[in-house]
């Protein structure tokens, strides 16, 4: 919408289209840096229960780490098949959340990747790290 603003402002010579679409760029890339930035500089920790059954539910805890100077907001934790919410983090802060597991069979697993999801500041794009 913002680029088809855009060509409409070049091509008609309107300057309050030209201000319209500055703004909406502006915007966009200040989201950018804000959900970017709240991404960077945390550490996960996962702690597994000393025993698991198979096909049985688990408990296995979900360790979030803050390390920048600037809280951390909306995120969601995926590992195995689990979330974990975690609405704020403050500065240099941990935060922990239990999620709920279950393993198909029995033997080794290998540790699931675990991805950080955040949907901050607008909710236009959901970024995420693995």
Known sequence: MTLLLGFAAVNTGNNLLYLL???LLGFLTVSGFLGRGNLVGL????????EIYAGAPSTATVRLENRKGWPAFLLRVEVAHAEAWFVTVGPRQVATEAVRVVFAGRG???QPGVRVYSPFP???FVRYVT
């Open 21 to 23: 679409v500055s703004a």
């Open 122 to 124: 607008v909710n236009f």
């Open 43 to 50: 550490r996960i920790e996962l702690e597994w229960p000393e």
């Open 108 to 110: 080794r697993h290998t």
